[in-house]
């Protein structure tokens, strides 16, 4: 480690000297530290801009295609009959429907049984419809309660309730699924009995649980499984086995409410399309679009009172992506039909970059043209894209992870924010070397000029010796 003594022999302020030398061998590394400061902002205005552009073609993408820009609604004439929702591929209509019975589960409910009392050591064997038969183990100790418990743990497809009449308890059974095909089997092995021995279906013990359908019904049978019935506009007897009907109709899920006793509970169920929808997602599109070209205006912007730029004044990449922008909301689609263009939907591009909607002009192209306006958006072929299909094709591009527009001049930033700061090391290097060589010049002066004084101190002394001693010897 270098040590100053500042002067001490010179009497020169040397370390006020090294440090405002040391200013002026600063202002390089300051130059450099600045612009990489400009480099880091410019880095992060463009991660905010490519931001809302991912927010842009997000908007894009929900209208770039038919089933994404066309939605429909559907309604029941009675929804005390059944409610009724409608996906992207429903169709425009009408039907006339009838409900003539609801799928129903199956139930079984036992004989009565005491407080307490045991319901008899074995194995229940438990199946609904033909799924694999289930297995629960009953203690000799077992009440109905754990037995109800039991077959809820077991998730075999029952569920299990103990119902208290005031006087006695029952044991309840409800399939979990409705459908003709969803019966209860519940048969048994007692203890010390084999399946096959006839005391597994007496009446007494674990046999009183049992429903063999066709062979043993000890629990009685307090609803039969059923599946449900409806007629579509004179199509009758269609069965399924929920009350969810979702494959009749294309496109539109029935729920079932109710089945009233009149023979003709018929009603009309309604498909319109929902213009409204598409209307909010080119809205949408708008917004983001314009979103962009104004965070674009703002960081490119000049603003004479300050004379301050816009981080991204003059970057060539940035005006390459509102020319983009701009071409593509301005441009052409060809064989498209009615719409060729934004503007003939009623969008128009305005001298500050903002597109604009004439509302009145909108609304009549999707509600008296809408297949010409889904024409337009959501053309496929691949010589004449549609124009949401082509802008989401460039917007992707554009915000390709390693070849996009985005990805190209972020790397490039971080590539100069990489240069500067090697270049700052270097310098911080040199001016590191240089003050330790010039304190080390200094303190040799110092040490230089202390060895003189030393040497004057002696000559000083040895000439008032010699003028001393020449006074003596006159005076002898």
């Known amino acids: ?52 552009v991912s927010s842009l073609q997000g908007a894009v993408s929900a209208i770039d295609t038919e089933g994404e820009l066309a939605s429909y609604t559907a309604t029941s004439g009675d929804k005390d009959l059944f409610t009724v929702t409608s996906g992207d591929d429903a169709a425009v209509g009408s039907y006339d429907v009838t409900v003539q019975q609801l799928a129903k589960v199956h139930k079984l409910t036992s004989t009565a049984f005491a407080a307490d009392e045991a319901i008899g050591e074995g194995t229940i064997h438990l199946k609904v419809g033909d799924a694999e038969a289930v297995d629960i183990a009953v203690s000799a100790t077992d009440t109905y309660d754990d037995v109800a418990s039991a077959i809820n743990d077991a998730d075999a497809g029952v569920k299990a309730a103990v119902v208290f009449d005031g006087t006695d308890y029952y044991l309840t059974l409800s399939a979990e699924e409705t459908g003709a095909d969803n019966v209860i089997n519940l048969t048994v092995t007692e203890a010390g009995t084999s399946s096959g021995d006839p005391e597994n279906s007496d009446t007494t013990g674990l046999s009183r649980l049992v429903f063999d359908h066709g062979v043993t019904t000890n629990l009685s049978n307090t609803q039969n499984p059923a599946d449900a019935i409806i007629t579509v506009d004179g199509v009758s007897n269609i069965m399924r086995s929920s009350n969810e009907i979702d494959d009749v109709i294309n496109g539109v899920t029935l729920t079932l409410v109710s089945a009233p006793a009149s023979p003709d509970n018929a009603t009309t169920l309604t498909v319109s399309r929902n213009t409204s929808a598409a209307k909010s997602k080119i ?21 004479e009172d300050t004379e301050v730029a816009g981080i991204l004044m003059g970057d060539a990449t940035t005006n390459g992506i509102r020319s983009q922008l701009k071409s593509m909301v301005t441009g052409l689609v060809s064989g498209a039909g009615t719409f060729n263009r934004l503007s003939d939907i009623g969008i128009t591009l305005g001298s500050d970059n903002q597109l604009k909607v004439d509302t009145d002009t909108l609304d009549d192209a999707l509600d008296n043209h809408f297949e010409d306006v889904a024409q337009f958006f959501t053309q496929s072929t691949s010589e004449a894209p549609g124009f949401a299909v082509k802008m989401n094709e460039t917007l992707d591009a554009m915000l390709d992870s390693t070849t996009g527009t985005f990805a190209s001049r972020e790397d490039g930033i971080k590539n ?11 310098q911080q290097l040199r001016t590191a070397l240089w003050e330790e060589r010039t304190r080390a010049q200094f303190n040799a002066m110092e040490a230089l000029l202390a060895q003189y004084q030393s040497a004057g101190d002696y000559l000083g002394q040895f000439v008032t010796g010699m003028q001393n001693l020449n006074s003596f010897v006159s005076n002898r």
């Not at 962009?292 to 603003?303: G, L, N, R």
Request: a negative charge; proline letters at 1%; zero cysteines.
């Open 1 to 52: 480690m270098t040590i100053s003594i500042g002067g001490l022999m010179s009497g020169l302020d040397t370390n006020g000297i090294i440090d405002q030398m040391l200013a002026i061998q600063q202002r390089p590394i300051e130059r450099l530290q600045s612009k990489g400061s400009e480099y880091q902002i410019q880095l992060s205005t463009y991660g905010t801009l490519k931001g809302m």
């Open 283 to 303: 809205n949408a599109f708008v917004k983001a679009y314009n979103q962009v070209a104004t965070f674009i205006t703002e960081a490119q912007k000049y603003t």
């Open 416 to 426: 100069s924010i990489d240069s500067i700061n090697d270049q700052i090391q270097q």
